[in-house]
């Protein structure tokens, strides 16, 4: 793989800090606080990870090992070497602030990619990582409230031009928590997994941490990935981005900002929800929460 | 750094990986213009046109890199409205910077798996599966050469049908999966599912086809199997490729129906049946109907001679 900055002239691998989970773990809240920090820039839900990982992983996992096949294991140098180029080309277009001067960061908000972490971190050893995860019954709880009927991702849909069709959340709720939850063993999975096999700077983060007490937390995600950050500027973007600060009318039940209760699932689920999570996701569950309790 | 500059320096940026872009795939490898593109929809005689074509001397064939379903399927249908957005690693205002990495995948695993046409030659690449990215790819490569074979869609909805039945050539992949085809357990539900897909896949390689300003040729199955040699001929004088006469002449035969051994064909092997209009002793009435409603307009288009069970569509 050539080396860094080189290939595009532009942006430098090690200046990419990559957020992967999954949805619903307060990667939005997340990346805003960083983003908003002189030196930094958000690059928003590229979904580059589910572009690759969606192929290699689910919908031709039984072909990696034909030599014909595009991302086949025998010429993964040659495509690793071309997913590295379209994240660098691909940033260097869209934050040439960031390509231009030494120091600065580009922070990729990309929870719904995860599934091709471990792609994007063999293709970008040098990048940063963080690994943000959220108790499994919080994050399907929150899902099951976001695609019910009028919330915020009909909202969304709509700005796009369509109309959401009927939700399983609403004719099928437990049908919905389950693959709801097979997708956060999918992408929390691979996430780890990428985590775990990466060599550079990263940090494993719990949602629950930083709602209990943000500045502490970040300070330790600077820290951990050897990344510079005046603490007056960080705490002044912990400050403006809190849940305190957020209008009441733009939070609660529908909303993209919800509850922000770490636990709130004891509310949100049924008891047979709350043990289909754990019964698909338990395994992360106990590796990634060991001193909780199940339901 | 002011909007203003800030936008300048894209421009600047974005020229320069475009100039970039084009040194690099003047400097090595699989020649664009050597690529013959092969789409249309799986079951329509891609694996046989693809051998006849890919078995003459100096060229090869890709079977079926997937490249065109990596990104037409992300790209058309999984990512909604965030087409025109500028986050989207694939967003319309961005097109020239991803453009030219899919333009190096495609030409670097080329150059890869194929370093015999490397200067020189004809490679094939038999993509019907991934005709659903085939207007990414024929942007990203517009020196390319395409051929848009088309088959009729209740054949090719019947030929899928067999392949996933049970104990099929296909069957084996399933058993993996451990689970019962679709075809199986709910036919008609399967040939629903196939004519879409049939539909997405042939709409996609007719826009394709239709932008592409380079060299092209449309085939229909049923005119390569009633006389193969002057369908072909015609293929390779659309397509400004030279051949010798003789040479394809015996491509042609050494690939013929005839010469695959009997123990090689038949009901649940790959090659089946080989035989247009076979759709009447496959398909119930209702599943012919199914199809036919289905792909309406796309029969109405490429088989306006043809009749439907219900007479005109």
């Not at chain 1, 990870?49 to 996992?61: D, M, S, T």
């Not at chain 2, 020649?31 to 789409?39: A, G, H, K, Q």
Request: net charge positive.
């Amino acid at each position: 793989m050539p080396p860094a900055g080189e290939e595009t002239g532009g942006m430098r691998p090690e200046n990419l800090v990559w957020v992967f989970g999954t949805a619903r773990t307060g990667s939005s809240w997340l990346s805003a606080i960083m983003g908003e920090i002189g030196g930094y820039s958000r690059w928003h839900e590229p979904l580059v990870g589910h572009l690759f990982g969606n192929l290699y992983y689910e919908r031709a996992g039984h072909r990696s090992e034909d030599e014909h096949f595009i991302l086949g294991a025998r010429y993964r140098e040659i495509w690793l070497g071309t997913v590295r180029r379209f994240v660098l080309d691909s940033a260097t277009a869209r934050f040439p602030e960031v390509a231009a001067k030494d120091g600065r960061y580009l922070i990729i908000k990309e929870p719904q990619g995860s599934m091709g972490a471990p792609l994007l971190m063999e293709a970008l050893p040098e990048s940063r990582m963080i690994l943000l995860v959220r108790d499994p019954r919080d994050v399907v709880a929150s899902n099951l409230d976001a695609h019910k009927k009028g919330t915020w991702t009909a909202d969304l849909m709509r700005k796009g031009g369509k109309e959401k069709p009927p939700s399983l959340a609403e004719s099928r709720p437990d049908a919905f928590v389950k693959g709801q939850a097979r997708r956060y063993v999918r992408d929390v999975g691979n996430a780890k997994k990428a985590y775990e096999g990466h060599r550079g700077h990263k940090v494993l983060l719990r949602y629950e941490d930083l709602r209990a007490d943000t500045l502490e937390t970040m300070k330790r995600i600077y820290s951990a990935l050897e990344m510079p950050v005046e603490e007056a500027e960080l705490a002044r973007s912990v400050e403006k981005n809190s849940w305190e600060k957020i209008p009441v009318e733009q939070k609660g039940d529908g909303k993209f900002h919800r509850k922000a209760k770490p636990g709130g699932w004891r509310e949100d689920l049924t008891p047979e929800q709350a043990e289909i999570v754990e019964g698909v996701a338990g395994s992360l569950l106990r590796e990634l929460y060991p001193v909780r309790s199940n339901a | 750094m002011t909007p203003r500059f800030k936008w300048a320096w894209r421009r600047a940026v974005r020229k320069g990986e475009s100039l970039r872009s084009r040194a690099r795939r003047s400097s090595r490898g699989v020649r664009p213009e050597n690529i013959v593109w092969i789409f249309g929809t799986g079951r329509s005689g891609s694996t046989w046109l693809g051998s006849m074509m890919g078995g003459l001397e100096g060229c090869a064939m890709w079977n079926e890199p997937l490249v065109g379903n990596l990104f037409g399927n992300f790209h058309y249908f999984r990512v909604g409205g965030r087409k025109s957005g500028g986050q989207y690693i694939l967003g319309e205002p961005y097109k020239e910077t991803w453009l030219g990495p899919m333009r190096d995948l495609v030409l670097g695993g080329a150059a890869a798996r194929c370093p015999e046409v490397i200067g020189g030659g004809y490679l094939i690449i038999k993509e019907p599966n991934g005709s659903i990215g085939s207007p990414l790819l024929m942007e990203a490569l517009p020196e390319s050469r395409m051929i848009f074979l088309i088959r009729d869609p209740r054949d090719v909805v019947a030929s899928s049908m067999d392949a996933r039945s049970e104990g099929s050539w296909l069957s084996e992949r399933r058993e993996t999966q451990r689970r019962t085809s679709k075809a199986d357990r709910t036919p008609n539900v399967y040939v629903r599912m196939r004519a879409n897909s049939y539909v997405q896949q042939i709409e996609k390689t007719g826009q394709a086809y239709r932008a592409h300003g380079g060299h092209k040729v449309m085939v229909r199955y049923e005119d390569l199997r009633a006389d193969t040699l002057e369908t072909m001929k015609r293929i390779y004088s659309a397509l400004g490729m030279s051949v010798e006469e003789a040479e394809l002449a015996r491509s042609v035969e050494k690939n013929s129906w005839e010469n695959i051994p009997e123990d090689k064909k038949g009901e649940g092997k790959k090659r089946r049946k080989a035989k247009p209009g076979g759709w009447r002793e496959d398909l119930t009435p209702k599943q012919v109907e199914i199809v036919e409603d289905i792909t309406a307009p796309l029969l109405n288009e490429f088989y306006p001679h043809t009749a439907t069970t219900r007479g005109a569509l």
